[in-house]
T-cell receptor
Framework: GAVVSQHPSWVICKSGTSVKIECRSL??????MFWYRQFPKQSLMLMAT?????????EQGVEKDKFLINHASLTLSTLTVTSAHPEDSSFYIC????????FGPGTRLTVL | QQQVKQSPQSLIVQKGGISIINCAYE??????FPWYQQFPGKGPALLIA?????SEKKEGRFTISFNKSAKQFSLHIMDSQPGDSATYFC?????????????FGQGTILTVHP
């Protein structure tokens, strides 16, 4: 149990386009989901906390207009990277909170 | 104040040896300390976690030692195996829950040679 999925697992896009990443809790309902970004050989950096039915809370330095987060249901949160640029290329990981944080497998974003 | 400092950055151990990774924190509000294992291209997975009311927790080959006064905690992997080769992150959270906002350490790349 407590499985979290992400889709897509990897995506390549052109600079200036938008990309949506989905995070789903498959067998439980999650009031709270988290979005992280991880650059190669670095730690996970929390981007935002997403609560179902309310606006996401963004960490300092994360542009909320660039990284749009929607948590419309108890099993789905989405992260949209708007007007993506090469510096947005990273590994994006979500987690869903139950009695602990369960992490998704991550999404590799490459912006050309 | 929110940082969790982890060392070493990388660690090479022979099969059967003991791997030790250390973490230190400043924020005394932290009350839950998990360790995660991450394989390349995958999300992290919880290994073991501890609360500050105990000094040690053991699960199989994995042990957390916790020193509240020193604000330090460490992961010991006994009988290390090549399959343990991965990146390990310590983390901490506050607020009385085990699913709150996590602050991660910098990570340790563990390589276990056969």
């Amino acid at each position: 149990g407590a499985v979290v999925s992400q889709h897509p697992s990897w995506v390549i896009c052109k600079s200036g386009t938008s990309v949506k990443i989905e995070c789903r809790s498959l067998d439980f309902q999650a009031t709270t989901m988290f979005w992280y970004r991880q650059f190669p050989k670095q730690s996970l950096m929390l981007m935002a906390t997403s609560n179902e039915g309310s606006k996401a809370t963004y960490e300092q330095g994360v542009e909320k207009d660039k990284f749009l987060i929607n948590h419309a249901s108890l099993t789905l949160s989405t992260l949209t990277v708007t007007s993506a640029h090469p510096e947005d290329s990273s590994f994006y990981i979500c987690s869903a909170a139950l009695h602990e944080q369960f992490f998704g497998p991550g999404t590799r974003l490459t912006v050309l | 104040q929110q940082q969790v400092k982890q060392s070493p950055q990388s660690l090479i151990v022979q099969k059967g040896g003991i791997s030790i990774i250390n973490c230190a924190y400043e924020n005394t509000a932290f009350d839950y300390f998990p360790w995660y294992q991450q394989f390349p291209g995958k999300g992290p997975a919880l290994l073991i976690a501890i609360r500050p009311d105990v000094s040690e927790k053991k699960e199989g080959r994995f042990t957390i030692s916790f020193n509240k006064s020193a604000k330090q905690f460490s992961l010991h992997i006994m009988d290390s195996q090549p399959g343990d080769s991965a990146t390990y992150f310590c983390a901490a959270t506050a607020g009385g829950t085990s699913y709150g906002k996590l602050t991660f350490g910098q990570g340790t790349i563990l390589t276990v040679h056969p």
